[in-house]
């Protein structure tokens, strides 16, 4: 029994040309950046970037948190809001 798919070939010879193109490439590795050496460089620069801002950050959330007044929510007493029609069974009389 052949197995074809909607390209018309059939899928061992799509899965033997998958692998074939598989052992071209290099295992599990692929660089964005185009080199090792670059790679290296940004890594070292975001972790510069990330050693001064997080203490930033904690300086602000520290300040924030002193400085912040909470408001407290209040209930708005609008007519509608408890209208009661009917009784209720469960109401207390």
């Known amino acids: 029994a052949r197995i074809i798919s909607c ?3 059939k899928l061992e010879e799509m899965f033997s ?3 074939k193109l598989s052992l071209l490439r290099p295992n599990a590795v692929r660089f964005m950046s185009g080199s ?3 790679a290296i460089a940004e890594t ?3 972790k510069k970037i990330s050693y ?3 203490p930033f950050v904690c300086c602000t ?3 924030v948190m002193g400085t912040h007044k909470h408001s407290h929510w209040h209930q708005v007493d609008y ?3 408890k209208m009661r029609n009917k009784p209720m069974p469960w109401a207390l009389k």
């Open 7 to 9: 390209t018309g070939l």
């Open 17 to 19: 040309a998958s692998r």
């Open 36 to 38: 090792m050496e670059h």
């Open 44 to 46: 070292d620069k975001w």
């Open 52 to 54: 001064v801002f997080i």
């Open 61 to 63: 959330l520290v300040y």
């Open 79 to 81: 007519s509608f809001i």
